[in-house]
């Protein structure tokens, strides 16, 4: 963690430990998961059939009222990634967020390791279980060539996310807007992108960069449908430009989601080199589109992505069918079956078939 960051931290636990009143919230989740992956074309490298891998999340939050209606937090999460054969675009092994929370009539700030207001309001394709359409762990289990992070070897030629996550969890200055009408808007100032958490290579020239984010998001009732929807845009320092948006309806237990996102590069920025190892995701496409059912414990649903380089035929499909049950408050059993499809120099398709047992605490 950077040292600014941690002056930050440290000055409102200090100030929060002698308040009268403080709220408390933690959790922890544990989660081990097996997968087996049948590759029906030329096998990648890393590869390996049998892959297991286990995680652990944990989140803190500490809060008090300094005022009515204003109230400071200090958050924090930790992530521990066990997955070393097949490496994906997360920041390797273990991560940590940590930021500050202030909530005011006038709206929310937040400082530190957080998400830009546009990854923060995407919606989209539904998630079930811990499988995610987005920053999808499924490469931990089935390799793609395009989302590939291990040791000195860095690969983003397609988008893995329809979300504008491509800062990550850089430290950032986060602002929105108090909900008008069920509409909430968003900006975000990033000093610096280089959190690997992100697409932004640490190879790269225009990793230190400056980035501005817009958001907006909207949820509304209408006629016994839950709509949720959102925009986003993002401009990175001499990087590209990029634009997002995405619905979910949501009614008696079904869920309907997808969203788009799209990068663009000028003549001001950094030139592309379709060649390189980490510059395809600045100019490409991505969508996904997805329907879930959720009934009592047991929730089931499908999905598909799809991620496009504008510069080279580099080209990434997943469909997925997810199930996930509930047994209890603590413990939930989780199946996933993927088809992926992967284009690089070659074709690579193959299967992953993946089960997971997860406890909350």
Same mark, same amino acid.
């Given at each position: 963690?950077?040292?600014?960051?941690?002056?930050?931290?440290?000055?409102?636990?200090?100030?929060?430990?002698?308040?009268?009143?403080?709220?408390?919230?933690?959790?922890?989740?544990?989660?081990?998961?097996?997968?087996?992956?049948?590759?029906?074309?030329?096998?990648?490298?890393?590869?390996?059939?049998?892959?297991?891998?286990?995680?652990?999340?944990?989140?803190?939050?500490?809060?008090?009222?300094?005022?009515?209606?204003?109230?400071?937090?200090?958050?924090?999460?930790?992530?521990?990634?066990?997955?070393?054969?097949?490496?994906?675009?997360?920041? !390797?092994?273990?991560?940590?967020?940590?930021?500050?929370?202030?909530?005011?009539?006038?709206?929310?700030?937040? &400082?530190?390791?957080?998400?830009?207001?546009?990854?923060?309001?995407?919606? @989209?394709?539904?998630? &079930?279980?811990?499988?995610?359409?987005?920053?999808?762990?499924?490469?931990?289990? &089935?390799?793609?060539?395009?989302?590939?992070?291990?040791?000195?070897?860095?690969?983003?030629?397609?988008?893995?996310?329809?979300?504008?996550? +491509?800062?990550?969890?850089?430290?950032?200055? %986060?602002?929105?807007?108090?909900?008008?009408?069920?509409?909430?808007?968003?900006? +975000?100032?990033?000093?610096?992108?280089?959190?690997?958490?992100?697409?932004?290579?640490?190879?790269?020239?225009?990793?230190? %960069?400056?980035?501005?984010?817009?958001?907006?998001?909207?949820?509304?009732?209408?006629?016994?449908?839950?709509?949720? +929807?959102?925009?986003?845009?993002?401009?990175?320092?001499?990087?590209?430009?990029?634009?997002?948006?995405?619905?979910?309806?949501?009614?008696?237990?079904?869920?309907? @989601?997808?969203?788009?996102?799209?990068?663009?590069?000028?003549?001001?920025?950094?030139?592309?080199?379709?060649?390189?190892?980490?510059?395809?995701?600045?100019?490409?496409?991505?969508?996904?589109? !997805?329907?879930?059912?959720?009934? !009592?414990?047991?929730?089931?649903?499908?999905?598909?992505?799809?991620?496009?380089?504008?510069?080279?035929?580099?080209?990434?499909?997943?469909?997925?069918?997810?199930?996930?049950?509930?047994?209890?408050?603590?413990?939930?059993?989780?199946?996933?079956?993927?088809?992926?499809?992967?284009?690089?120099?070659?074709?690579?398709?193959? %299967?992953?078939?993946?089960?997971?047992?997860?406890?909350?605490?």
């Amino acid at each position: 963690m950077k040292s600014h960051q941690l002056a930050i931290l440290l000055t409102l636990l200090s100030n929060v430990a002698f308040a009268d009143s403080i709220e408390k919230e933690y959790s922890l989740s544990i989660g081990s998961y097996y997968g087996y992956a049948d590759y029906s074309k030329p096998k990648p490298s890393p590869y390996k059939k049998n892959n297991i891998n286990s995680t652990i999340n944990a989140y803190g939050k500490i809060s008090y009222d300094y005022a009515p209606n204003y109230t400071a937090s200090l958050i924090g999460y930790l992530m521990v990634d066990s997955a070393k054969e097949v490496e994906n675009y997360n920041q !390797g092994y273990w991560g940590e967020e940590f930021f500050t929370l202030f909530e005011t009539p006038l709206g929310e700030l937040s &400082i530190g390791q957080d998400y830009n207001v546009a990854y923060n309001f995407a919606v @989209g394709a539904p998630n &079930i279980g811990t499988y995610k359409v987005n920053n999808s762990d499924i490469v931990n289990f &089935i390799n793609t060539p395009n989302w590939y992070k291990k040791g000195k070897n860095t690969s983003y030629k397609t988008l893995n996310s329809t979300y504008i996550n +491509t800062d990550g969890a850089s430290f950032k200055f %986060n602002y929105i807007t108090p909900d008008f009408n069920g509409i909430k808007l968003g900006a +975000t100032y990033v000093p610096k992108t280089y959190s690997q958490s992100g697409l932004v290579s640490k190879y790269s020239s225009y990793k230190d %960069n400056k980035a501005y984010i817009l958001g907006a998001y909207g949820s509304w009732y209408i006629s016994g449908f839950e709509l949720e +929807t959102s925009l986003g845009y993002a401009d990175y320092d001499e990087n590209n430009k990029e634009y997002s948006l995405g619905f979910s309806l949501y009614r008696k237990g079904w869920t309907l @989601g997808a969203s788009y996102r799209k990068t663009d590069t000028n003549s001001k920025d950094t030139p592309v080199n379709k060649y390189s190892l980490y510059d395809g995701y600045r100019d490409a496409k991505a969508y996904n589109i !997805g329907l879930s059912y959720e009934i !009592g414990p047991f929730t089931t649903g499908v999905s598909y992505f799809n991620s496009k380089s504008n510069i080279s035929d580099n080209k990434d499909e997943i469909y997925s069918f997810s199930n996930s049950f509930e047994y209890n408050k603590y413990t939930t059993i989780s199946m996933t079956v993927a088809h992926l499809t992967s284009k690089d120099i070659k074709t690579t398709k193959g %299967n992953a078939f993946i089960l997971g047992l997860e406890f909350a605490l």
